[in-house]
């Protein structure tokens, strides 16, 4: 599709650095620096790098679609882009240089934590050809063993936190949604549909460009903070330490965590330290290995930590983004209607479910009716990638408008119909209610989480010439170090369906059967925590360290020509 001449592109890359300009400059005083080329227009529009020599190379043509952006006023702040760069593979090193000259010097060392991500965990497996547990060892041994990390956890005990606390805060929405008038003045506060709040790249781009659209959003944290809070607030105390000796760093498949864990939100003014210290991606971690000279194919494994009592690998159920669409269907079922659900009858539409997909593989309502009803009574849908994202925030702010007096009848909870799509059949839709969504579990990135933007590429086979083994002075094998952008080209040369047939591989790793399913309501030591350490499901305590909110963002004057526009101008 074409694009509207008001639509500015200024940048393309997935990451920005503070040496890129941005449309919503924040007094940030750059250095010059000699070594960087610069890139000059000629008189017909054609791009050439200079370098400091002079000399030139044209540049080719970018090009860039729906799925690509976000419309969101360059994406993110000079001041922002400073607090990411912050985060690299590098700073982690940094901090483990720091905690060796302590040690010489007789001084207490930081504690290292490093949380790893399930998806980060699928996608080194689909590249290298290995088992996600085996994965796991092997970077607990680079980790631990070889750089001197004091623990490795998996995220996925963090997420069984997060779809407990998420569970919980969608039925207390749908319980006042379809109680009488004294519940109004919450339901306003906290609407349906509810809407998935664990993607950092969704919620920046709904506060800064859809701030009606907040309410509606999950206070719960993301796995990664909830990690961050369990790491800072839970470990360091079993530790005996506080808060600020730790370091924390967040293995993830996605840049846009790096600025989730830079919100104020989530630092402690008291201890001057943040949740999460460091966010590095998959590729990154990819990068650390090959600037060890090691490979992670034949780099030995480690056991388990002895905290993975707390903190062992496991994978959600449901989709690779963490599986809450599954478990909330299935929690608000047995808590609302007395229904048991299980994993296989949400994915499969059996017991009560029906699964209607949509018109694109990253767009499917799923939707339960109790035994007798004569219409769904839960109506929850996927909503993946901006192009479905897009046409759900529009969908909801018309239906807002339309029904802002609407109430419930016959104890169902009355929502936006925020999709009134056409389907196959009466039985599907649900009649005249149809399209009625109460949760969307949204997502920025097509396919989700196993797709982020930092995780592995696929590899080409001229990706596999460039990259062949070598060996060092020593005679140990060692792959090449090939670099990220030859990756990400050979990448985009592969094509969608290759694209598609290798996100299909990441997903499988991630539900292999070595992964064992964990559900949060068979974790026990998810309800140790809460008697022990949050003094309760339902304490401010466990208020304050599992729940966040979030900010509208003002749309800055951006000092640009005047025939020139902003992001938030594209019309599309």
Same mark, same amino acid.
């Given at each position: $599709?074409?694009?509207?001449?008001?639509?500015?592109?200024?940048?393309?890359?997935?990451?920005?650095?503070?040496?890129?300009?941005?449309?919503? @400059?924040?007094?940030?005083?750059?250095?010059?620096?000699?070594?960087?080329?610069?890139?000059?227009?000629?008189?017909?529009?054609?791009?050439?790098?200079?370098?400091?020599?002079?000399?030139?190379?044209?540049?080719?043509?970018?090009?860039?679609?729906?799925?690509?952006?976000?419309? =969101?006023?360059?994406?993110?702040?000079? %001041?922002?882009?400073?607090?990411?760069? $912050?985060?690299?593979?590098?700073?982690?090193?940094? !901090?483990?240089?720091?905690?060796?000259?302590?040690?010489?010097?007789?001084?207490?060392?930081?504690?290292?934590? !490093?949380?790893?991500? @399930?998806?980060?965990?699928?996608?080194?497996?689909?590249?290298?050809?290995?088992?996600?547990?085996?994965?796991?060892?092997?970077?607990?041994?680079?980790?631990?063993?070889?750089?001197?990390?004091?623990?490795?956890?998996?995220? +996925?005990?963090?997420?069984?936190?997060?779809?407990?606390?998420?569970?919980?805060?969608?039925?207390?929405?749908?319980?006042?949604?379809?109680?009488?008038?004294?519940?109004?003045?919450?339901?306003?506060?906290?609407?349906?549909?509810?809407?998935?709040?664990? =993607?950092? *790249?969704?919620? =920046?781009?709904?506060?800064?460009?859809?701030?009606?659209?907040?309410?509606?959003?999950?206070?719960?944290?993301?796995?990664?903070?909830?990690?961050?809070?369990?790491?800072?607030?839970?470990?360091?105390?079993?530790?005996?330490?506080?808060?600020?000796?730790? #370091?924390?760093?967040?293995?993830?498949?996605?840049?846009?965590?790096?600025?989730?864990?830079?919100?104020?939100?989530?630092?402690?003014?008291?201890?001057?330290?943040?949740?999460?210290?460091?966010?590095?991606?998959?590729?990154?971690?990819?990068? $650390?290995?090959?600037?060890?000279?090691?490979?992670?194919?034949?780099?030995?494994?480690?056991?388990?930590?002895?905290?993975?009592?707390? #903190?062992?690998?496991?994978?959600?159920?449901?989709?690779?983004?963490?599986?809450?669409?599954?478990?909330?269907?299935? #929690?608000?079922?047995?808590?609302?209607?007395?229904?048991?659900?299980?994993?296989?009858?949400?994915? &499969?539409?059996?017991?009560?479910?029906?699964?209607?997909?949509?018109?694109?593989?990253?767009?499917?309502?799923?939707?339960?009716?109790? +035994?007798?009803?004569?219409?769904?009574?839960?109506?929850?849908?996927?909503?993946?990638?901006?192009?479905?994202?897009?046409?759900?925030?529009?969908?909801?702010? /018309?239906?807002?408008?339309?029904?802002?007096?609407?109430?419930? /009848?016959?104890?169902?909870?009355?929502?936006?119909?925020? &999709?009134p799509r056409r389907v196959r059949s009466a039985a599907a839709s649900g009649g005249a209610s149809a399209g009625r969504?109460?949760?969307?579990?949204? $997502?920025? =990135?097509?396919? *989700?989480?196993? &797709?982020? *933007?930092?995780?592995?590429?696929?590899?080409?086979?001229?990706? %596999?010439?460039?990259?062949?083994?070598?060996?060092?002075?020593?005679?140990? /094998?060692?792959?090449?170090?090939?670099?990220?952008?030859?990756?990400?080209?050979?990448?985009?040369?592969?094509?969608?369906? +290759?694209?598609?047939?290798?996100?299909?591989?990441?997903?499988? %790793?991630?539900?292999?059967?070595?992964?064992?399913?964990?559900?949060?309501?068979? &974790?026990?030591?998810?309800?140790?925590?809460?008697?022990?350490?949050? *003094?309760?499901?339902?304490?401010?305590?466990?208020?304050?360290?599992?729940?966040?909110?979030?900010?509208? !963002?003002?749309?800055?004057?951006?000092? !640009?020509?005047?025939?020139?526009?902003?992001?938030?101008?594209?019309?599309?």
């Amino acid at each position: $599709m074409s694009f509207s001449s008001a639509l500015v592109l200024t940048d393309l890359n997935d990451f920005i650095t503070p040496s890129q300009a941005c449309i919503k @400059p924040a007094q940030v005083n750059a250095v010059p620096d000699p070594d960087v080329s610069e890139v000059k227009v000629d008189a017909k529009g054609r791009a050439y790098e200079v370098t400091k020599e002079g000399t030139q190379t044209k540049l080719e043509a970018a090009t860039i679609s729906l799925n690509d952006c976000l419309a =969101c006023s360059g994406c993110i702040t000079s %001041a922002e882009t400073v607090l990411i760069t $912050m985060q690299s593979h590098k700073e982690l090193f940094a !901090v483990l240089e720091q905690n060796r000259l302590a040690v010489e010097q007789s001084q207490p060392p930081r504690i290292v934590v !490093v949380s790893v991500a @399930p998806q980060s965990r699928a996608s080194l497996a689909t590249k290298y050809g290995l088992s996600t547990l085996e994965v796991h060892r092997r970077l607990m041994w680079f980790l631990k063993t070889h750089l001197g990390v004091d623990h490795v956890f998996d995220v +996925a005990f963090a997420r069984d936190l997060s779809l407990v606390e998420s569970a919980r805060e969608f039925v207390r929405r749908y319980k006042a949604s379809s109680g009488q008038q004294q519940q109004q003045q919450q339901q306003r506060q906290q609407p349906l549909p509810m809407l998935a709040s664990a =993607c950092p *790249g969704w919620i =920046c781009y709904a506060e800064k460009t859809h701030p009606f659209i907040l309410p509606h959003i999950d206070s719960t944290k993301s796995p990664q903070q909830v990690m961050g809070s369990l790491v800072k607030d839970h470990l360091a105390a079993q530790l005996g330490v506080t808060p600020d000796r730790m #370091y924390h760093v967040a293995v993830m498949p996605c840049y846009d965590k790096k600025l989730e864990a830079s919100r104020q939100d989530f630092y402690s003014d008291m201890y001057k330290t943040r949740d999460v210290d460091c966010v590095i991606t998959t590729g990154e971690v990819e990068r $650390m290995f090959r600037e060890q000279s090691l490979d992670i194919r034949t780099a030995p494994g480690s056991d388990l930590d002895p905290l993975d009592q707390f #903190y062992k690998p496991g994978r959600s159920e449901g989709t690779s983004s963490g599986g809450y669409l599954s478990y909330i269907l299935r #929690y608000a079922a047995k808590q609302l209607f007395g229904a048991d659900l299980s994993p296989s009858d949400v994915a &499969n539409g059996t017991n009560g479910v029906t699964v209607v997909p949509g018109r694109n593989p990253d767009s499917t309502d799923v939707l339960f009716t109790p +035994a007798g009803a004569s219409e769904p009574a839960l109506r929850f849908a996927y909503s993946y990638g901006f192009r479905n994202i897009q046409n759900l925030v529009r969908k909801v702010k /018309t239906a807002n408008a339309a029904s802002a007096s609407s109430t419930a /009848t016959n104890g169902v909870a009355k929502v936006a119909t925020v &999709n009134p799509r056409r389907v196959r059949s009466a039985a599907a839709s649900g009649g005249a209610s149809a399209g009625r969504y109460h949760y969307v579990e949204v $997502m920025a =990135c097509p396919s *989700g989480c196993i &797709n982020g *933007g930092g995780q592995l590429k696929p590899e080409t086979a001229s990706d %596999a010439a460039a990259s062949a083994a070598t060996q060092d002075a020593n005679g140990t /094998t060692v792959p090449a170090d090939a670099t990220e952008e030859s990756a990400t080209a050979e990448a985009s040369a592969l094509g969608v369906a +290759a694209t598609k047939a290798w996100i299909a591989q990441n997903d499988d %790793a991630y539900h292999s059967a070595e992964e064992q399913v964990q559900l949060p309501e068979d &974790n026990a030591v998810v309800w140790r925590l809460y008697n022990d350490w949050l *003094g309760g499901s339902e304490s401010s305590k466990a208020r304050t360290l599992l729940h966040t909110v979030y900010h509208a !963002v003002a749309a800055e004057p951006a000092e !640009v020509e005047p025939s020139a526009a902003v992001g938030l101008a594209a019309k599309w």
